[in-house]
């Protein structure tokens, strides 16, 4: 007979049980693995917009936006649709079965991209390669953060530094690309590149522990869910255990969201370029700036609110990015765009970590890594399609004067963000149900309830002392 391995429990900081699978240091070695792998993936992705700019006036100027677009594209396309198969491979215990050749084939990309002098290089190198490798690492380091911390109050903390790792990776890898690119050529540019994320890669592959034995890989539910959870007849099993209708709305909004969510990210530096004067400072900064304040959104929120609230708080991030990219049409001036880029960042970081938590919430242990695949896999149909029908739509305007150049560029990304919000609603309704519970309580008494935080109190979970009114 199968058995769990004995917890282990440490007191957190506000006095509440926090239980580990495996013991606290394990556990925060594999976020701090996570970070790295999520540094390497995301964070090499939401670079993109720098060598869109740099492809466009030299390497493959004779070619569209769009035609260009479809490099990033594929890239993080392949990450998030590999993730439901490299998923279905942590939910079996084959981590390091998937890690091992993701590392290698991020490892052969990155370097082959050094040599690349035509498109179609470009897009097997960057594209094909690195996305493979992106996939088979990324799926597997959130799953192992949400088992180790699966009875743990502090979850949504862990899977927000997790996440952190790509506006990181964002910030130092941007910078790096511009100042590295003004004294040296793109191949000696990407070599330099690549020696970094390659070294965070193999920290990634050794911060998420020893490959798991075969009593391991039973004991993460059972050697009968095991069973069951082998080939596509157990993912479909997966995919379709309760809660059902939540988890596809999230999938479902997911996709609709990440249509317009890498817009910014792919012409933040083209419409500066092109619209503004940014005689003062470099236009790829400007994707600095995003991703700082996506690295902030990664951990900040994740802190002030407790594990039922989440679904609201990627509603709120969700709702909030769509407005603000649409925000983005009436910005013509460049302190105007430093302060936009800052915002949106932030809205859209919280859309990328906390989607994973709200996936974990409507997940099982022995269906979690399909389940997060599954939607990143959804998500990944999006990413491919949103930045080339941006770039299309760009191309319609570019002979217009003044500010029209991305125009409807930005219209299409708010609009399909605000799209996935309306889906989103659905898995973040119970919650919500609670607050206007919560209100109408307070409201109807006339008295200011204290908000805590204690023994895992917050005000997204039905209120202590009070009886409920509906």
């Known amino acids: 007979m199968w058995t769990t391995p004995p917890a282990t429990t440490a007191l957190g900081a506000q006095g509440v049980a926090t239980v580990y699978s ?19 993936t995301l964070g090499v992705a939401s670079t993109f917009g720098a060598y869109q700019k740099h492809y466009e006036s030299h390497l493959l100027s004779a070619y569209s936006a769009s035609e260009i677009a479809w490099i990033g594209s594929v890239q993080v396309f392949l990450l998030s649709f590999v993730g439901i198969f490299s998923g279905a491979a942590f939910d079996r215990g084959y981590v390091h079965r998937v890690y091992l050749p993701g590392v290698l084939l991020a490892a052969v990309g990155l370097m082959t ?48 530094i997790s996440a952190a790792g790509s506006p990181l990776g964002g910030i130092i890898l941007s910078i790096m690309f511009d100042r590295i690119l003004r004294s040296h050529e793109l191949g000696c540019t990407n070599c330099i590149l690549a020696s970094l994320v390659i070294g965070l890669a193999v920290l990634a592959f050794v911060g998420n522990g020893k490959p798991c034995s075969q009593n391991d890989r039973r004991t993460h539910a059972g050697a009968q869910q095991d069973a069951n959870n082998r080939g ?6 997966a995919l ?14 997911m996709f609709f969201a990440f249509l317009g969510y890498w817009v910014p990210y792919s012409y933040i530096v083209v419409f500066a370029s092109s619209s503004l004067d940014v005689s003062t400072m470099s236009p790829s900064y400007l994707l600095t700036i995003i991703n700082a304040g996506s690295f902030v959104s990664r951990v900040l929120p994740a802190y002030y609110i407790c594990a039922d609230g989440t679904a609201v708080l990627l509603l709120a991030g969700t709702t909030s990015s769509g407005i603000l990219v649409l925000v983005w049409t009436s910005i013509h001036n460049l302190p105007g ?53 941006a770039g299309r739509l760009m191309k319609k305007k570019s002979h217009d004067q003044g500010h029209d150049h991305c125009f409807w560029a930005q219209v299409f990304g708010g609009v399909c963000i ?10 973040a309704w119970p919650t919500l149900k609670r607050i206007g519970r919560w209100v109408a309580q307070v409201c ?11 023994d895992g109190y917050c005000p997204l979970y039905e209120p202590r002392g009070l009886q409920n009114p509906l």
Request: charged share 15%.
């Open 444 to 454: 109807s008494w006339g008295k200011t309830i204290e908000i805590e935080r204690m």
């Open 240 to 253: 379709l255990a309760h809660p059902t209708w939540p988890y596809w709305c999230l999938c479902i909004g």
């Open 232 to 237: 596509l007849s157990g993912m479909k099993k």
């Open 22 to 40: 495996k013991g606290p240091l394990r556990a925060w070695l594999k976020v701090a693995g996570a970070s790295c792998a999520c540094f390497v």
């Open 337 to 389: 765009i430093v302060v936009w880029c800052l915002f949106v960042g932030f809205s859209l970081g919280i859309i990328a970590s906390v989607a994973n938590d709200v996936a974990t919430s409507l997940s099982e242990r022995s269906n979690r890594g399909v389940r997060i695949g599954f939607m990143w896999t959804i998500a990944a149909a999006a990413e491919l399609a949103g930045s080339p029908i």
């Open 418 to 427: 605000l799209v996935g919000a309306g889906f989103l609603l659905k898995p």
């Open 113 to 160: 991209l050094s040599w690349a002098k035509n498109y179609w290089q470009v897009m097997l190198a960057q594209g094909v390669y690195f996305g493979l490798g992106s996939g088979l690492i990324y799926a597997p380091a959130i799953a192992t953060v949400s088992n180790e911390f699966e009875r743990s109050n502090h979850r949504s903390i862990a899977l927000g």
